[in-house]
C-alpha cells in the first residue's frame, strides 16, 4: 500500500515526499506520509487521485478531511495516513518534526528529521 500511495502521489508531481515508519510509535497506522503541493488545486487533485487509486485497490472508499479548502487535507489509507499540505501550511505545522524518526524514505524533502 506504501508503494500505491508514493506512486500515486509522485505521479502527481507531489514535493518533497516524506515516510515516516509509525509502527513502534502509535497503532493508528504503519506509515505517515507528508507531501506538498504548489497550490490548493494541486493538492485536492492529489487527494481525488489517491483516493481512486485506493478504492481500485480494494481499500473501499478512503475517507479525506480537509477536501474544502485543500490547504491541508489528510486521506486516511488504512495502514498508510496521508497528509498532503500546500507548502506554507506544512512548514507552520511541521509534522516532520513532531513525529521524527525513524525515516522509511525521504525523496528530497528539505526538512531535517530529528
Same mark, same amino acid.
Request: cysteine-free; charged content about 15%; overall charge positive.
Given at each position: 500500500m506504501l508503494t500505491l500511495?508514493?506512486?500515486s502521489l509522485e505521479d502527481d508531481k507531489a514535493e518533497d515526499i516524506v515516510v515516516i515508519d509509525?509502527?513502534?510509535k502509535s497503532t493508528m497506522a504503519d506509515y505517515m506520509v507528508i507531501a506538498s503541493g504548489r497550490s490548493s488545486r494541486q493538492v485536492g487533485a492529489m487527494a481525488d487521485h489517491l483516493r481512486e487509486k485506493l478504492k481500485n485497490a480494494g481499500q473501499g472508499? &478512503?475517507?479525506a478531511e480537509g477536501m474544502g479548502r485543500c490547504d491541508w487535507v489528510l486521506v486516511d489509507g488504512g495502514d498508510v495516513?496521508?497528509?498532503l499540505f500546500r507548502p506554507e501550511v506544512r512548514a507552520f505545522y511541521n509534522l516532520e518534526k513532531m513525529w521524527?524518526?525513524?525515516l522509511v524514505e525521504d525523496?528530497?524533502?528539505t526538512? &531535517?528529521?530529528a
Open positions: 500511495v508514493t506512486d509509525l509502527s513502534r472508499n &478512503a475517507a495516513i496521508v497528509h521524527g524518526g525513524p525523496k528530497g524533502a526538512s &531535517a528529521l
